[in-house]
């Protein structure tokens, strides 16, 4: 995992960001495993009336290497892959285009509802509803905040489902795709020899060759 | 003393580092009727946003009877500067008309016969007095617009800002616009509108502002910014002067910015 | 070719019909302006011609719509959207959500009808370079002016090039550049043949680019002819129709007392303006 990292030129910020969304759960393993292991004998040190056992330790780093690979790969993922290249992708293997569209669309929506937002509590400061106030002055521009929105979001959304319709957008079949992600011949045999390898590492570990992998 | 003051106002927005304001400064006297007038881009919804704090200036200073805006909030500064916004769907939320306009005078501290006052008052401006009950929902898109006008009429503020009042209505709106103007000017207002209006510019208002760019490239009333000699000034930010000034130019009559100038002109030469 | 056929329109839930026995023709390659006091019917009618009304817009159609002389009633609504265009007066929710650059916004509805890739680009180049938004095409279509944005939507429209198009007040955000760049692309798409059907309180806009103008009142048509006929109308100050600023300074000059030479001084300058 490390390997494409480094290549992807990403190597630190995939180990920062593993390690920021693994820290609670590892923190947690750690204490627990160290200290509370059943079948702890062999005794480390204690502090007050809790024991740290060996055995404890290490089934504690064996569970930690296995969510540090599992974060990891996912991290990897999520750092190598914009949204849009991964939908377009999917679509252009058959995924329906209105799932691609959801997705999109969520994250697009996001910048147009702030940019809403913003436009409403301009309007709404004009007519002297006090933003910069106390909290309860600020509590009280709740409702004329949300509440354009909220209704202004609905009706946009009627429009904007006529325009998209009549755009095509309900067309069954395919669409043209202007463009996809590359993919190359390696890229590809990459895909298929890391997918063969899995029954591969399964079977080692079922009948325990190469020991210390399991 | 001029009511509103404008020296040298840059505004930087940090998402694009576009230079909306490029050293603007302008005066506006109380009473004035003033249009501002530009091409989509040139700075004049920045510019009015300043007038009442929505924005504050990179650099330079906007003072407000000689007080720096900066040092009043927004919520204060709508005492004196009403803005009515283009679109009237981002801020209706009440379920009334009247709860609507109200909302303004209210947050201004107007209570019992001042507010019912202030609302009526605003109500009949716009000829939406018999709808005070309405959900504002089950009128027209014009005449939300016209009650967002109303919505900040009634908070009687003595300088009344409106963008693009006119955008979107029929011939009825636009004269319960124009009637509006003339009401808030008889009331000692001052009122600035954005507008792409010629005609109205030209018949509703004593100045004319000119935006290009983030400057300002022509100022005055509208028998000079709509003059022969200003076309290129205009024609280089994409404005076209008004039908009534281009005839009476073909005419050789001078300066007709209004259908009244072109047809006096025009029946005083026989 | 676009026909109306007494046809009446009531939304579901409403009292009234906001149409009531519009009969009208639109031929290829004719642009038909629309006008009408603000509750006249104006976008009801834009949204049943473009097959939106009674489909995602519930409500009961009475009459027929033809569409080049059959019936609309049968077509889906993505079977329309290759044939009939509309464009709203609100450019932010034309945008399609999903397209990063304005290129591919402009390129949705023709992706949408599953052309092939060259055709595609073709159509989204030709359409860029139609509204002279080219310099736009990399930038992200959300973060644009709402003129722009208006530019953008219209060129969509135009990449998906379809024989009919319905606009409604389609000038009504943009500056008057804005406003000229879409007359032009209307003027060229009725001359390759499309009919139009265009919606708007603009009437001298509509005074240069329009064959015949409709004038709806109270979801009824008051008048129907053309364009320069039905605007130097008189009736049209009771139906709430502002007149052309030409129409409206002649009748002034007249009721001032000018002599027949001063008036005819006058259209002459006045035609020469409008041309300009």
Redesign the interface.
Known sequence: MLLPAVLAGIAARLVRTALLLTLPIAVSVLVVNLFFYPAGREILFAIGPVRATAEGLAFALETLARIGAISGAITLFYLTTPAGDLVLDLERRGVSPRIAFVVLAAVQTVPALVERAVAITEAQRARGLDTEGSLRRRLRGVLPLAGPVLLGSITEVEERTMALEARGFTRPGRRTLLWHPPDSGRQAAARWLLVGAIPLLLAARAFGWLGWLG | MPELAMESVVHVYERGSVRALDGVSLRISAGERVALIGQNGSGKTTLVRHLNGLLRPTSGRVSLDGRDAALMRVAQLARSVGLVFQDPDRQIFAGSVAAEVEFGPRNLGFRDAELRGAVDDALAAVGLAAESRTNPYDLGASRRKLLALASVLAMRTPVLVMDEPTTGQDQRGVATVRGVIEGAHAAGRTVIAISHDMEFVASAFDRVVVMGAGRVVGDGPPASVFAAASWEMLRSTYLEPPMAARAGERLGLGSTPTDDSLISALVRTG | MLTFESVSYRYAGAARPSLQDVSLVIGSGEVVGLV????AGKTTLC?VA?G?AP???RGTLSGRILLDGTDMAPL???????R???A???P???????A?TVY?EV???????????SE??DRTDAALRALKIIDLAEREP??L????QQLV?MA?LLA?GPAHLVLD?PT???????TRLVAQALARLAMDGASILVAE?KT?LLASICDRVVVLDAGRVALDGPAAEVLGDPRL?DL???AP??V??RR??DA????P??LS??DG??A??ATT
Not at chain 3, 92 to 98: C, D, E, F, P, R
Not at chain 3, 107 to 117: D, H, Q, S
Not at chain 3, 172 to 178: I, V
Request: hydrophobic share 50%; glycine share 16%.
């Open positions: 009408g006091a603000s509750e949204l473009a939106l489909r995602t817009v889906a609504i993505h079977e329309l959207a290759g009939v265009g509309i709203f007066a609100n932010a929710t034309q945008l399609s959500g999903v990063g591919e390129a949705f509805g023709p992706m949408n009808l599953g052309l092939p890739r595609v680009i959300a973060l002016s709402g003129g722009q939507a969509g998906l007040e009504a955000q943009l500056d008057p550049a804005g309180q001298d100050a709430g129709v502002a600023a030409s409206r300074l002034l000059a001032a007392g000018a002599s030479a001063t001084h006058l300058a006045l020469l303006e």
